[in-house]
């Protein structure tokens, strides 16, 4: 892990087990399903972060509030200096867009476990279902992190521009069209199909390995400079709801060190929903061509 | 006996669709009483989910077996009991 740009915000299953005691670190599993994952069994001392309800504003889409994180970290004991450890259902894409989140409220000391909750079961360690509880904390809200994220008008500005790159990370079927989410996603769905025009399109689990583990820094260099993702360009990604985006910004930006890597959270299911914004879809229909 | 449905976890996962558990609950939740799911995956973190899954809803996982690289578990939703 050394020779990414920030290792060290990365942490190993065999650190982490070091730490599952260590009163600086605190163990947080962002789920986005905790009823198929924390609650069936989780790291020993880990709090559940669920990330519908505690990292999203719950009424209007958007991410929480800076009061709301303030009151979150507070009820997870956590003060400024605290170590958090992150891991999560679904490989890890919830943990990261939390990593992104805490980050843009101005946390400095945040971890990503390497290989997440597989890696853990997948070498039998220790799990239970206890549910810690820690002593409340004060937090004082901190500076926060300007850059890191987009939104959907500062994306229009820069379709064109040589100096900018967007990098869609969904699966080649939404970024071709052929769907804007699967049948099982029904409220993340959008009214068009396709993706933002100039995108390239690097599926996030490009650069994972087969154990979840992030790619050796030379593999991770070749696949986003090949599609020209260099780091002397400011780059957007984007997913549909933001989430295996922020995956995809943090490589970028931790184990690549691109100095400037946003997250368009709106993503498609805001871009494919709005009126007048382009689209590029290989496979365009003709205006007002009736389907079969 | 009716033959067991199928649920396959060990091809590739969606890279933008339902988590395994997910698609686990919701093949259980089409069984009929009586009626089993065999599942197969190469994950351990989803075979720990539906072992514990299943105790938690009652289920039964009749038949678990191991081969290299992939883990077979068959369940069976239980019938009511008279009462």
């Not at chain 1, 987009?150 to 900018?164: A, K, M, T, Y």
Request: a negative charge; proline letters at 7%; hydrophobic letters at 40%.
């Amino acid at each position: 892990m050394t020779d990414y740009a920030h290792p060290e915000v990365l942490v190993s299953t065999e650190w982490l087990a070091q730490h599952l005691e260590d009163p600086a670190v605190r163990i947080l599993e962002v789920d986005w399903d905790p009823a198929s994952a924390y609650e069936l069994g989780h790291l020993p001392g880990a709090a559940l972060v669920d990330w519908q309800k505690d990292i999203n504003d719950t009424v209007r889409r958007d991410i929480l509030s800076r009061d709301q994180f303030v009151s979150l970290m507070e009820r997870l004991g956590v003060t400024p200096q605290t170590t958090l450890v992150l891991y999560g259902d679904m490989r890890n894409w919830f943990a990261a867009f939390a990593f992104w989140t805490f980050r843009i409220y101005g946390h400095r000391d945040i971890r990503l476990v390497n290989g997440g909750r597989r890696k853990w079961f997948e070498e039998d360690r220790p799990v239970t279902e206890a549910v810690p509880v820690f002593p409340a904390a004060t937090y004082p809200a901190q500076e926060p992190t300007a850059g890191l994220r987009q939104f959907l008008p500062g994306v229009l500005d820069i379709l064109g521009r040589s100096d900018h790159g967007l990098v869609d990370v969904r699966s080649p079927a939404e970024f071709s069209g052929a769907i804007s989410a699967p049948p099982e996603y029904q409220n993340e769905g959008a009214r068009r199909s396709g993706h933002i025009p100039g995108a390239v399109n690097i599926p996030w689990a490009q650069a994972i390995q087969e154990d979840d583990t992030f790619k050796p820094v030379e593999q991770l260099r070749e696949l986003y400079q090949s599609r020209g993702v260099t780091p002397d360009k400011t780059i957007v990604t984007y997913c549909r709801i933001g989430e295996r985006s922020s995956h995809t910004w943090f490589v970028l930006t931790y184990l690549l060190g691109y100095p400037r890597v946003a997250n368009y959270d709106g993503s498609w299911s805001e871009w494919g929903n709005s009126v007048g914004v382009p689209v590029e879809k290989p496979a365009t229909e003709a205006p007002g061509s009736v389907p079969a | 006996m009716m033959e067991a449905r199928h649920l396959d976890l060990t091809s590739a996962e969606e890279e933008c669709g339902d988590s395994a558990m997910g698609r686990v609950r919701r093949a259980y939740a089409t069984l009929e009483p009586g009626e089993r799911l065999e599942v197969v995956t190469g994950v351990a973190e989803h075979v720990f989910g539906i072992r514990a899954w299943s105790r938690r809803v009652g289920g039964e996982v009749l038949e678990e077996s191991t081969e290299p690289g992939s883990t077979r578990l068959v369940l069976r939703r239980p019938a009511p009991s008279a009462s």
